[in-house]
């Protein structure tokens, strides 16, 4: 209220706040966008990966992941994934560099960051960039620090879902100073200085631009919304957990059905998805479900089948096409009770024994 009040309702001191309070939250700077896309674009825009560059990222991602890359000109290269955690194979990865292969986006898939170790180690052999898609990781911790505290450049998502939002909203997260440098202008046109401006009160009037910019920075009533959201972010990580070991617990009785390997203490649960036997019939199980009043979500389909994304030279990926189909992802949100779990659970089974 005191946003709409004030009635600047564009980027300004809001802004700046929620960039304070982001950066005491992982110990570095962090940059804001209006979007978790645009948090990827510019990251990868600023580390000048464009046209005819490669960029390896598992295919089991949102569109936004793919979209972010293509959007910079370069190819996003489709890799297989690691059955346990559903995040980057990086020995896949490593069978489809090219000379043009510039970069690595793990994606760290329901909150879990996979094997992020061997990932940078991987970049780190090969001279890649990486560039994490955290998206699904906001709260989340990797071998005891916050996920974005540490490695090269990190983004994450604000959207209405996520485990924090700001109704839309991002932020690129890093140590690098060129990169924070690129994307504060870059998100504002290209015109130079443009943030510093806006957090000393003013406004360019008179300005050069010497790169690309785009249309992407965060307004402050986002801001306003993502600072209280932030102030919530120990509730809403309980609740998640709460809900996800309740689902591990009921589930563990029916080890027809997989699960992901989380460690509660560490990982944040965004989605809580389960792994169908083989040869159930996804669609007729979620069309249950639905009936019953649950409503289940599937992520993701593939990106490697999408016609934009699909190459038809590439080497095949056994992995993410044997799982991907059978993938169902259960409600989690904070908003649920215990029993809404176990209701879930149950018509789950039901639905499953047909
Ligand atoms: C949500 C999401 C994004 C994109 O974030 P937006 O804020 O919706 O643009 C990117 N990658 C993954 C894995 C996501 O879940």
Redesign the pocket.
């Known amino acids: 209220m005191a946003v709409l009040d004030k009635e600047f309702l564009g980027m300004g001191l809001e802004v700046q706040r929620f960039e304070n309070a982001l950066e005491t939250f992982f110990g570095r700077a962090a940059v804001c966008v209006n ?4 948090a ?1 674009h510019l990251a990868l825009q600023a580390c000048e990966i464009g046209h005819g560059d490669e960029v390896l990222i598992p295919s089991l ?2 569109v ?2 793919f979209q972010a890359v293509a959007a910079t000109g370069a190819n996003p290269v489709a890799c297989d994934i690691n059955p346990s955690t559903l995040t980057l194979d990086w020995r896949d990865a490593e069978k489809r560099l090219s000379p043009k292969t510039k970069a690595v986006m793990p ?1 760290h898939y329901s909150g879990g960051a996979g094997d992020l170790s061997g990932i940078y180690a991987f970049a780190e052999r090969c001279g890649l960039r990486v560039i994490e ?1 955290a ?2 990781a906001f709260g989340s911790n990797y071998k005891g620090a916050r996920v974005g505290a540490n490695g090269d450049i990190v983004c994450f ?3 209405g879902i ?1 485990n924090i939002t700001s109704g ?3 932020c690129i997260v890093t140590g690098d100073q060129n990169i924070l440098r690129k994307v504060r202008d870059a998100r504002l046109l290209g015109v130079e200085k443009d943030s510093e401006r806006r957090y000393a009160g003013e406004r360019s009037w008179e300005f050069d631009v010497t790169a690309q910019g785009w249309r992407y920075h965060m307004s402050d009533i986002m801001a306003a919304i993502g600072l209280v959201q932030l102030g919530r972010l120990e509730e809403f990580t309980d609740k998640r957990r709460l809900l996800a070991r309740r689902y591990d617990e009921q589930l563990a009785s029916f080890p027809r059905l997989s699960r992901l390997p989380h460690n509660y203490s560490e990982v944040v649960p965004h989605i809580y998805p389960v792994l169908l036997p083989d040869g159930a019939d996804r669609k007729t199980i979620r069309s249950r479900m639905l009936d019953a009043g649950v409503q289940t979500g599937v992520h993701y389909q593939p990106n490697h089948v999408l016609t934009f994304f699909r190459d038809s030279d590439a080497l095949p990926l056994p992995v993410v096409d044997n799982i991907a189909p059978r993938l169902l992802s259960l409600p989690l949100h904070p908003d649920l009770s215990l029993a809404d779990v176990d209701s879930c659970v149950n018509h789950l089974i039901g639905a499953l024994n047909g």
């Open positions: 979007t978790g896309t645009a990827l991602t949102y936004a992941s994606v898609d998206a699904h998502s604000f959207d996520k839309e909203g991002g």
